[in-house]
């Protein structure tokens, strides 16, 4: 019983976090990719140092940033 709240709880959760994304832009749908890659990144390459997880997902989520501009636009 106590699993099954826990995955109700979790899964309400990610279902509340996610739902706060569907308006984004573009230009921030790429930053927030990029930070969480970011994240993740610096995260494996510091062996889960915390300076070097926020490091990677400031990285990423200015590089994601810009990755808008540098993309040629569709007209």
Known sequence: MRCK????????GLFIVLSG???LSTRQNNAAAGAAVGGVAGAVLTGG???GTVGGAAIGGI?????????????
Do not use: R
């Open 5 to 12: 709240k826990s995955l109700i709880i979790t899964l309400l």
């Open 63 to 75: 590089i994601g940033h810009g990755v808008d501009e540098v993309t040629p636009k569709k007209k």
């Open 21 to 23: 994304c569907s308006n």
């Open 49 to 51: 140092s915390a300076l």
